[in-house]
């Protein structure tokens, strides 16, 4: 699943929003047949956006959409879905969601599939790599994003 | 609660939404010591927005704000939340949700709860009516808000 187009796309935009200076998460809409329907990475810092977190900026790019087209699509995230945008798959039902890695922030799994929506966990050592980093030199920014006070 | 100001300043924004032609959704933040933080209505129709709902526009507007003052912050909005803002709500561990109505769509009031957040619903009569309109008139753009394909 790592060859994925959706993957790689949610990848690179996980490095892009790292080269912006952003929060380094990045998201990839996938349709049932295998189109991408957007794209996104989190915008915090960027735009000084509270709610621009890669899913949600994902979705806000592929613009409004038919409710059947998310019914079958993926949602590639390369970190575990905060419980905003694991609502954003809820309430949207994409069919799955596919996630780069947990070990820095575990959010909405258990949610998601008591909802039906299909989770996959990849554990990417390089996504796994570029978060932590990003924690440990911005701590500050990164409990902000997740609405938690600075440890 | 229906002459707080938070509640107000959501009611007038969901009006401001139907002059626009839009989904006539409101919302207001409001601090613990009652400092309006931010204001926003629904832009799905007036931006082609499938993520600026009426609590996300809200929060979005109100910018970065330290996790601090969301922790006793109250969300007003006109219409129950859907997963999506639930689940923004419940990110930022907002104190207290206040509901206009829940006739015409209920949300994810329970999980708020089972979040320890509290929801008080005001069952209003003009934001009964109001959205009842909105829904007879363009049921497409309604359901397609949710996410649910049209009935």
């Keep these: 699943m790592e060859s994925d187009i959706g993957f790689k796309v949610a990848f690179d935009e996980a490095h892009k929003g790292a080269d912006e200076g952003g929060v380094p998460i990045g998201a990839c809409l996938v ?4 189109k991408v329907l957007g794209q996104g990475h989190n915008m915090r810092m960027q735009k000084g956006s509270p709610t621009l977190h890669a899913e949600i900026s ?11 087209l998310y019914h079958g699509a993926t ?70 994003d997740i609405g938690e006070e600075s440890k």
């Design 58 to 68: 994902c979705l806000e790019n592929a613009g409004r959409l038919p409710a059947s």
């Design 75 to 144: 949602m590639y995230t390369t970190l575990s879905p905060c419980d905003m945008c694991t609502g954003a798959c809820v309430m949207y039902k994409v069919k799955r969601v596919v996630i780069g890695e947990n070990k820095n922030f575990l959010g909405g799994e258990e949610y998601l599939k008591q909802k039906g929506i299909e989770v996959v966990v990849l554990h990417n050592k390089d996504l796994q790599a570029l978060m932590k980093k990003f924690i440990k030199e911005h701590p500050e920014e990164w409990y902000e």
């Design 31 to 34: 349709s049932a047949d295998g």
